[in-house]
C-alpha cells in the first residue's frame, strides 16, 4: 500500500532547447482606473512569484499558433475585470505596505517553441528542471517584474505548455482557480467572463485598533522594513543535499487511512476527511524521520492552509480574489503520534482548521498588523490535490497536466494530483529530504500504511 512513484527509466530530457520566438508586453483591451489597490495583511507577506504549468496535447483544430492568438487576446480582455494585473507593486512610505499601483505596466507575453514533441518529454508528473525553460526562460525578458508573466511554448507534435508565473500577492489558489477559468472563457469567440472578480481587499483589512484575541505560535514575529521582503523562512530553498521522491496514495489508500482513524477513534466525533488523513500521516512520518537524536519529547508543528472565505461573518463571496486562506497548525510530540492512536494525529489536524473560526481569523490579521510575520514550524503541507486546474476548459480541450512548477525544499511537503485531475481522487505526495531522513521517512510511510 503507497506505492513510490518510480522516476522514469528513460533519463529525462535536461535540455529542451526552448527558442523565444517573441516577448513582449501586452495591455488591457480597456483603460483601467488608475489607482492604488490595497493589500491584506495576508497579499502582504506573499510578495513571491509561483509558477503552474499547463500541458495541451495537439488539436488539429487550434494549432498552438492559434491558440496564442487567442490567449494573447483573451488576457488583454481578462485584464479589465483583473485591473491590477498590468499593475506594478510599489511601496506605500506613508502607511508602512505594499500596494499595487493599477496605472498599466504591462503583464509579460512570451511565445516559444521547442524541436521535441509533448511525448517526448516524458513523465510530467516526475518534477524535470527543464521545465524550468518553459516559463522562468521568458522571465529573463523583461527589465523590470511584472506581476503575470504568460509563456506558451509550442512543441513540433502541435501540443503547447501554457506556463503562468504570477505573484503570489494577487491570487490564492481557489482565486487562480477562477482566474484560469476567465482567462480560459475570453479565449471562446462569444462567452461572458465565468467569474467575476471580488477586487475589494478591504475586506480582510485589520480592525481598527488591531485586536489580537488569540495567541498565534503558528506566526513567527518579524519587523522588515517595506521593500526589503525576501521569500519567506518557510519558503526558503537553501542548498541542501536532498533526496527526493514521490509517493503515491491511491484511492484506496486514503480510505485505508480513513477507515483507520475512524476504528481508532472508537466513535468520537473526528471528522475524517481524505485532507486531514493524509496529512495526519504525512505529518507522523515526517515527525519520526526527523527525529535523528531519538528524542521523543521534540515537538513537531505541521501547517497547512486554511480557506477562510466562508468562514467569516458575514463570509467573504466564492469569488474574493486575493489571499484569502490562513495558515492552520497542530502541534504535538513525537512520542505521542508514535503511541498514540493514528485517529489522535487526525483529530488535532482538524481541529487545527476548526480552530480557524471568524474571531480567530480576524485576530490573526490584526496580529499581522502588529507584528508583520511568516508562518512558523517544522513544515508545511502545499496542497494542490483539489484545486482543479485540470478541470478548466479553454476551446482546444482541457489541459493534459496541471501543476506547479516543483523546487525541491525540505520544509514543503507537496501534494498533487494525478493525471487525470480531480476525477482520479489519488494523490501524489513529494518529499525532498536528507537522505538519511529520507529512508526513514519511507519506511514509516509504507509501515504506518500496512497495519
Known sequence: MGTLYQAPTEPSIQDLKVAIKDSTLIYPS??????????????????????TLHFFPPNPEFPPETAVARLRNALQKVMVPYDFLAGRLKPNHQTGRLEIECKPS????????????????????????????????????????????????????????MGLSTNHALFDGMSFKHFLENLASQAFDDKPIATAPCNDRHLLAARSPPQVTFPHPELLKLKIPIGQEETPPIFDCKEEDLDFKIFRLSPDDINFLKEKAKADAAGADVKITGFNAVSAHIWRCKALSCDVDNNRDRESTVLYAVDIRSRLRPPLPASYCGNAVLTAYATAKCADLEDQPFSKAVEMVAEGAARMTDEYARSAVDWGEIYKGFPNGEFLISSWWRLGFDEVVYPWGKPRYSCPLVYHRKDIILLFPEIGGIGSNGVNVLAALPPKEMEKFKFHFHNYLSR
Open 106 to 161: 504591462g503583464a509579460g507575453f512570451v511565445v516559444a517553441t521547442t524541436d521535441y514533441c509533448l511525448d517526448e518529454v516524458g513523465d510530467l508528473i516526475y518534477p524535470n528542471p527543464a521545465f524550468m525553460q518553459l516559463i522562468l526562460l521568458g522571465l529573463e525578458k523583461f527589465d523590470d517584474q511584472p506581476l503575470c508573466v504568460l509563456q506558451v511554448t509550442s512543441f513540433k507534435c502541435g501540443g503547447f505548455a
Open 30 to 51: 480597456q483603460e483601467p482606473e488608475n489607482k492604488q489597490l490595497f493589500l491584506s495583511n495576508i497579499d502582504q507577506v506573499l510578495n513571491f512569484h509561483v509558477q
